[in-house]
């Protein structure tokens, strides 16, 4: 056997037993089949990752192991804006292994990668690929975009959400998630760095802890005139639609009918922008939100709270 298939070979024994084949099972739908998805462990204390589109609908897991032995789970935490899920099984540590976590700076375009799941119920099913480009932008389910995620020519089907995609030391590098319908070689992984921050807040909290201020926004592109005018530096400006009532945001000021410009400086485009600008680190901490009312730019101090 040449030297690089045994390299791919042993990738797949060493990553095997750390995945999982997930059956959801919704209790009020008896005569329904249940649905089938993919995960895999990170930690020896049974906590596994998977897609929160896999787990929808669901109230019962039952996870079937690389020797057919099967476990029930449970929810742990759902992050439907990222598309990551954890779930938590009482199974000992010796019914399976923990894949470990590649550096970050290892993650490159042309990286050999391996992607294992259950596509439609073939357990343990490998495809192999290489990173096809890093740095995508993904949309999920709920709307939000999802930065920093892995495209990959790794061949994914219904049922290998939420598998692992490793490297050829059996590391994991990203969460399978999505396919373009209709394109050969477009695959895409939530990179296992957002995951792992995902996976921390659900464990540790039950949720993922984001900035708010709210407000109900929308996106306005025909605005150039007043961008020229203030010589502003944004593509857009983000329209105040509605404030809610006793809201960091009604609290310093903005009122429904604003348009907000920027955040600490930085010109706003766009509403994923503004998500990205109030971040889980800016929870708690005043941040200076500048918008327009009237023609006039007007500064305010908002403090995000948790949600």
Known sequence: ???????????????????????????????????????????????????AHVVHGGDRYVLTFSDGTQKSAELTGIDVHTDIAVLKTDASASDFTVLHVAKNEEIQIGLPVLAIGNPYGFEHTVTSGVVSALGRTLRTQSGRLVDNVIQTDAALNPGNSGGPLINLQSQVVGVNTATISGAQGLCFAI????????????????????????????????????????????????????VEPGSPAMQSGIASGDFIVSVNGIAVNGIDHLHRLLDLNAINKEQQIVVMRSNKLLQFNITPKSA
């Open 191 to 242: 990179h296992i760095q957002t995951a792992s921050h995902i996976g921390s807040e659900l464990i540790q909290h039950g949720k993922v802890r984001r900035a708010y201020i709210g407000v109900a926004l929308q996106d306005v592109h025909t605005m150039h005139q007043f961008i020229r005018f203030h010589h502003l530096k944004n593509k857009s400006l983000l329209f105040v639609v509605n």
């Open 1 to 51: 056997m040449d030297h690089y298939s045994k390299l791919y070979i042993d990738a797949v024994r060493n990553a095997r037993q750390a995945v999982v084949k997930i059956d959801i099972i919704n209790s009020k739908q008896s005569q329904k089949q249940p649905s089938h998805g993919s995960g895999f462990f990170f930690t020896s204390d049974g906590y596994l990752f998977t897609n």
